[in-house]
């Protein structure tokens, strides 16, 4: 029984190491790697294209702005509270004293009578 499959093993394994056949091997792969690369490229280059001709593009830039300023003044009162103390531990710790004088308030005053 001679398959073809069969039948390349065998010339492969009698055949010579050839350098051509080798560097035409490792030319495919590189061609083949660059071709994925300019493809990639392209479809990012369309995306941003896509995206510059949004008619709101100054909204969002200016959102994106807003966003950012609001995560740096987040950032430096992170960094601020983090010199004295731990950020979420001072979260909690407030959250606690916020609880506590909830539950002090929600709860009516108790009077101890007096004897005389």
């Known amino acids: 029984m001679t398959g073809q499959p069969q039948d390349q093993t065998q010339q492969a394994q009698q055949a010579p190491w050839n350098p051509l056949a080798a560097l035409e091997q ?3 792969l590189v061609l083949g790697a660059v071709d994925l690369v300019l493809d990639q490229v392209q ?3 369309d995306r941003g294209q896509g ?3 949004r008619s709101d593009v100054r909204e969002l830039v200016a959102d994106g702005m807003k966003d ?3 995560r740096g003044e987040l950032a430096s009162r992170r ?3 983090a010199d004295s103390d731990n950020y979420l531990e001072l979260m909690a710790r407030r959250s606690a004293e916020r609880s506590t004088r909830t539950a002090a308030a ?3 005053e108790k ?3 007096r004897h005389a």
């Open 79 to 81: 960094a601020a509270a």
């Open 111 to 113: 009077t101890v009578p």
């Open 106 to 108: 929600a709860q009516p």
């Open 68 to 70: 950012l300023k609001a």
């Open 26 to 28: 490792v030319g495919l």
């Open 51 to 53: 995206a510059v001709r």
């Open 43 to 45: 479809q990012a280059t």
